[in-house]
Every structure is written in structure tokens, then in C-alpha cells.
């Protein structure tokens, strides 16, 4: 299967009621042969309009972090676990979660990063462990069987709480360290 199939699957799921309220699907944006991807855990307002993952407010604080550690946006993979947003940027609920994981599966499987990095709780929770502590495991490096994964704080999280910036960029040095030695 190629992106594009799997993109023209997912625009015509309707397994859960987010494919029939959504304006636009979000399903990633990037190098479809990166090295590196990040996965965030559901589209917001300004992706569920743009069709694009990380376009708002939180998304441009991500493009500073990814500028100011010296990876190109357009180097990257970025997805999202849903493909579709939740009303009021809700949590995505475990059900959507179960439906949607397998696009971002194949998603993985065509693009064959070699570093995922989970953008917040989340994805972290969903990816690494159902117990993930972003608070305490943040930046703290795994292998999952072929990927070398970690999970960063949200973006939105950083807008809400700036104080946790500086350990943000200081993961974010660390991925772009590990990142280069690819």
C-alpha cells in the first residue's frame, strides 16, 4: 500500500462518528521517507480546517523547537494518532484510538522512520507504555522493536504551562543529536 491508498482509505472511514463531523481529514504531512516522525494525538481546530497536523498555535510553537534544534519541518514526518478531530479538542476516547491506530500502523510501516517521537501523553501512552508518566519519562529513550522511541511534552502543554520549555528543548536537542548520527 502506498500513502496515497492509505490516505484515500482513511477520507472514506466512517467507523466512528469523528469521520462524519470532521471538515478535513488530517493524515500527515512531511518526508514520506523521513528518518524521524513525530505523532501527535488528534487534529485540532486549525488542522480539522487546514487538513494539516500542527498548523495552530501549538503547531507553531513546534516549528520554533524544530527550528531552533536545526531539523527542517520538511525533512520529518508528522501524523497524527486520529485522523480526524474531537469536538471541543476533546481527549481522543480509547474507542477512536482502537479504530484509528492501525492507519498510523501503516502509516509507520510505509514510511519506515527510524526514531518516533510521541508528541505528548497520549501518544506516548498509546506507543510506549499504558502507563507513561510524560512528566517523569519525558526524553527517556526506548526501543520498540525497530524504532528507538521517546515522548516530548505537546506543544499545547507548553502554552499552558511555559515553565516546562526549557526541559522541551533540551528533549528536542537530544533528538536532534540522535537524529543526525542516522
Not at 518526508?31 to 500542527?54: H, I, R
Not at 498510523?104 to 501523553?121: A, D, T
Request: proline share 5%; net charge positive; aromatic share 6%.
Amino acid at each position: 500500500m502506498t500513502l496515497t491508498e492509505l490516505r484515500q482509505k482513511c477520507e472514506a472511514c466512517k467507523k466512528c462518528e469523528l469521520g462524519n463531523t470532521r471538515t478535513n481529514l488530517v493524515f500527515g504531512t512531511g518526508n514520506e521517507n523521513a528518518k524521524l516522525m513525530f505523532v501527535g494525538e488528534a487534529p485540532g481546530e486549525q488542522e480539522d480546517l487546514s487538513g494539516t497536523p500542527f498548523v495552530g498555535r501549538a503547531g507553531k510553537l513546534f516549528d520554533k523547537y524544530l527550528e531552533a534544534v536545526g531539523i527542517s519541518r520538511d525533512e520529518v514526518y508528522i501524523a497524527n494518532m486520529l485522523k480526524c478531530r474531537p469536538p471541543k479538542n476533546r481527549d481522543p476516547l480509547p474507542a477512536e484510538q482502537d479504530i484509528c491506530i492501525e492507519y498510523l500502523r501503516e502509516q509507520v510501516r510505509i514510511i519506515k522512520p527510524k526514531m518516533i517521537v510521541c508528541l505528548g501523553r497520549i501518544s506516548a501512552m498509546r506507543l510506549i507504555s499504558a502507563d507513561y508518566k510524560i512528566t517523569k519519562e519525558h526524553g527517556i529513550w526506548v526501543k520498540k522493536g525497530q524504532y528507538d522511541m521517546t515522548a516530548v511534552y505537546h506543544p499545547s502543554l507548553l502554552l499552558r504551562d511555559p515553565r516546562r520549555k526549557d526541559e522541551m528543548l533540551a528533549d528536542m536537542m537530544e533528538v536532534a543529536r540522535r537524529y543526525r548520527e542516522l
